[in-house]
């Protein structure tokens, strides 16, 4: 591996990567804002003046930019610069589409191409403690894992190109979702006098929040198992009581009226004896998607 290695984009995500970085090999870096490379400088990052002179410097690049179409833009400067670098990795947060079109533009110049993105905050990625979803062909994975791993704590092998992009959209989806439907909860349970100490105990019992994901899409979704259970019917009826309650407490619902809508459907479509988890079948019908064997 190579002892030299460039980051473009030294934003918090960026220069806490490339701070961990520096504690194993030679980092150098470009950003945009003149005050951004003032204070990496002072990290141990060797700030350079553009992106050429990035690949000039360092074979193995790694970004951590805005926005995808900064990613597409740099990604065109880094391989039309005359010192195209071995290999990209994106850890910038950016659509499937927008990593599979870098990865057609590095393929053309024949530059290995990951998308790496990041789950966690700035403190692990200081700590060099990072979780990467990792997408790309097989040769390029083998290409940018020496690299990962001198910050990685768990790399999740995900697939082709995009997969990672795809999978921490998907993630933090489901993270914002849930902080909504989280505050229209504890607002009601406020209401109503709950200490919100007492309630995120009450959620954080193995029959609270991790229910629904380990045991109904882990086993039942998996299974295509949707028998007995806690019926469709008994959870839409307690979806309409949560409604009516919040109703009578003042407390607007977004997120948790929302998702009632496909209760009243499973109910119309016959499904209420089925478990609840049995709401997957309706997704399976919308996408042709199969979540499990029956």
Not at 160 to 167: D, L, Q, S
Not at 253 to 267: D, K, N, R, V
Request: aromatic residues 4%.
């Amino acid at each position: 591996m190579t002892e030299t290695v460039g980051l473009i984009g030294l934003g918090n995500a960026g220069s806490s990567v490339a701070s961990a970085l520096t504690r194993k090999v030679s980092v150098v870096g470009y950003d945009l804002d003149e005050r951004r490379r003032a204070a990496s400088n002072e990290l141990g990052i060797t700030c350079l003046n553009s992106v050429e002179e990035v690949a000039e410097s360092a074979k193995h690049v790694l970004l951590s930019l805005p926005k995808p179409e900064a990613s597409i833009s740099v990604t065109e400067a880094l391989v039309a610069s005359g010192h195209a670098p071995d290999l990209l990795i994106e850890t910038s947060t950016v659509t499937p589409a927008t990593a599979q079109a870098c990865a057609e533009i590095c393929k053309a110049a024949g530059v290995a191409f990951v998308d790496a993105a990041i789950a966690g905050g700035v403190a692990s990625m200081a700590a060099g403690k990072i979780t990467f979803f990792l997408g790309g062909s097989e040769a390029d994975k083998a290409k940018a894992r020496p690299v990962l791993d001198l910050i990685a704590e768990r790399i999740f092998d995900l697939g082709p190109v995009g997969a990672g992009m795809g999978t921490k959209v998907v993630n933090n989806g489901v993270m914002h979702a849930l902080m909504v439907v989280l505050i229209e909860a504890f607002a009601m349970s406020n209401k109503l006098g709950v200490p919100a100490e007492t309630m995120v105990e009450i959620l954080n019992r193995e029959e609270g929040l991790l229910r629904p994901l380990v045991h109904r899409v882990g086993e039942r979704m998996r299974d295509g198992d949707y028998n007995a259970g806690m019926s469709v019917t008994n959870a839409r009826k307690d979806s309409v009581l949560a409604l009516e309650t919040a109703q009578q407490l003042g407390v607007p619902l977004f997120a948790t009226s929302a998702s009632h809508t496909p209760y009243e459907i499973a109910e119309s479509k016959g499904m209420g004896d089925m478990d609840y988890a049995a709401l997957a079948k309706l997704w399976e019908e919308w996408t042709g998607v199969e979540f499990g064997s029956e």
